[in-house]
Nanobody, 124 residues
Framework: QLQLVESGGGLVQPGGSLRLSCASS????????IGWFRQAPGKEREGVSC??????RHAEFLKGRFTITRDSAKNTVFLQMNNLRPEDTAVYYC???????????????????WGQGTQVTVSS
């Protein structure tokens, strides 16, 4: 079983930044692709960013505000979120799958393992 644990969420003012972390247990070689998703109250879960061995994909609505990186030695993927807006408020989840981000990177059904989520609130 692959376990994923998100951290780094919190309350931030509009225009501020947060860095989320997704730490994974063993088996990361079998599940090299990590996706970040978010779900706001009353809305469907949506894909944010995806990182695999050679490919990175971001949702177009981000307009370059988020960056996804990986520290392979620590089995951790980071989501750097800059210029945050109130509409970014959501629970953020990371998920793992075998397939590269090249195909359907933001499709929730394509991911096999999920973390418990971390709350991000953007408010003044």
């Amino acid at each position: 079983q692959l376990q994923l644990v998100e951290s780094g969420g919190g309350l931030v003012q509009p225009g501020g930044s947060l860095r989320l972390s997704c730490a994974s247990s063993a088996l990361t070689l079998d599940y090299p692709t990590i996706g970040w998703f978010r779900q706001a109250p009353g809305k469907e879960r949506e894909g944010v960013s995806c990182i695999s061995k050679y490919v990175i994909r971001h949702a177009e609505f981000l307009k370059g505000r988020f960056t996804i990186t990986r520290d392979s030695a620590k089995n951790t993927v980071f989501l750097q979120m800059n210029n945050l807006r109130p509409e970014d408020t959501a629970v953020y989840y990371c998920a793992a799958r075998r397939e590269s981000c090249s195909h359907n990177p933001h499709e929730t059904s394509a991911y096999e393992y999920w973390g418990q989520g971390t709350q991000v609130t953007v408010s003044s």
